[in-house]
């Protein structure tokens, strides 16, 4: 199955108050897997073949022959409270996996609350150890909402947790710019040293833990649902999913630390609430859009595969709502080439994702993966 096919043809389509999307052909999607049952992530393992998918339940499968594989790779369904934006959330295999077999995973436990834990790969590769969890982390979550759930290792090694505000609306609590809370932010931690990690060195607070907790990297984030490193170009970018009108695309420096991406004073590049002071280190979306065009941020990642080489370095991303594909490149300082794909509506997307080519998949909640490609 293939949509989209074509040369680039670039149309205007855009409203006054959102940036202008010009529509493009000249990409493909093919459908890399089907069946799965609310896949929410997917990604490779150093040394292995396989392309591994987390299951919204708490089901870690591979894809095989465009089917989710029968044997699972690690199932928690049995630890995972799932169900609306709980369940499992996350994976992230570590940078060594080929030598010491640490995979990473975020989910909700029974009480809702967030869980960081380590498993290591069996002797014979094939699946993961549950008896070797370890845990890493747990964050109290004090509503069913904004869980975050992303993890993933830096260009520097260490590893890197999306955390939400805590849930409800509007952030009541205040956690998003309360430096001694571990909600709204991404969190740094260097897992190869201490137990059960250490606070990397750069982190904004590791000598200041009077002003703020020694684990944040950054902060002012609303649900920060999926994050990826360009590790060309080494940028983090984040899509930080929006309140009442604004969703927005971060593209920033990874090697920068304690930036503020604004959540609750601001909503993408507006003020939220009652006036309040700008916050300091502020950054400014690199790109938003309001709710006429979608209502949830999936992004996004920068295309760093073989099939389209003209793409290289463009950002993808999309929308649960409209399911449409969207992207841009980042001349340092702002968006550039907005384009909207010819490709259809893709369902309700939840996450993209990246094999060891660098070529790159969406999936969705209703089961099916797509593979981007070229003409």
């Not at 809702?112 to 014979?124: K, L, N």
């Not at 964050?139 to 260490?158: L, R, S, T």
């Not at 060195?201 to 902060?219: C, F, H, M, S, V």
């Not at 604004?262 to 859009?289: D, K, M, Q």
Request: aromatic share 10%; hydrophobic share 35%; charged share 25%.
């Amino acid at each position: 199955m293939a949509l989209g096919i074509g040369l680039v043809v670039l149309t205007p389509v855009a409203r006054a108050d959102t940036p202008s999307f010009a529509r493009a052909e000249g990409i493909k999607l093919v459908v890399a897997g089907d069946g799965f049952e609310q896949p929410l992530y997917l990604c490779s393992a150093p040394g292995d073949a396989r392309l591994f998918v987390v299951e919204q339940p708490g089901r870690i499968r591979w894809i095989e022959n465009g089917r989710p594989s029968k044997e699972l790779f690690l199932d928690l369904t049995d630890r995972v409270k799932a169900g609306g934006e709980r369940g499992l959330l996350g994976l992230a295999f570590h940078p060594g996996y080929a030598r010491n077999g640490h995979l990473y995973v975020n989910y909700t436990d029974h009480n809702g609350d967030t869980q960081v834990e380590r498993f290591t790969v069996r002797a014979d590769r094939r699946t993961a150890d549950r008896a070797s969890a370890k845990r890493i982390l747990t964050v109290d979550q004090p509503f069913a909402n904004h869980n975050g759930g992303m993890v993933a290792f830096g260009p520097d090694g260490k590893l890197y947790v999306g955390m939400g505000d805590g849930g409800a609306g509007g952030d009541p609590m205040g956690h998003g710019q309360n430096k001694r809370s571990l909600l709204g932010k991404i969190l740094r931690l260097d897992v190869d040293r201490g137990d059960p990690y250490a606070i990397p060195d750069g982190n904004p607070y590791k000598q200041r833990t009077q002003e703020g907790r020694g684990e944040i990297w950054a902060l002012g984030m609303r649900n920060p649902w999926r994050f990826s490193f360009d590790r060309v170009a080494n940028r983090l970018i984040i899509g930080d999913v929006g309140q009442n009108k604004w969703e927005e695309m971060d593209v920033v420096d990874a090697a920068a630390p304690g930036l503020n991406f604004g959540w609750n004073v601001r909503e993408g590049a507006h003020g939220f609430g009652l006036p309040r002071p700008r916050p300091a280190n502020l950054v400014e979306p690199g790109l938003e859009y309001d709710h006429d065009e979608g209502c949830s941020i999936t992004g996004g990642y920068a295309y760093r595969g073989k099939a389209m080489p003209a793409l290289a370095g463009t950002i993808f991303f999309s929308d649960y709502c409209r399911g449409w594909l969207r992207s841009f490149r980042w001349d340092g300082t702002r968006a550039t080439e907005t384009r909207e794909w010819s490709v259809g509506t893709l369902g309700s997307v939840t996450s993209f994702g990246e094999d060891a080519e660098g070529e790159l998949y969406v999936l969705t909640h209703e089961g099916r993966i797509w593979k981007l490609a070229g003409r």
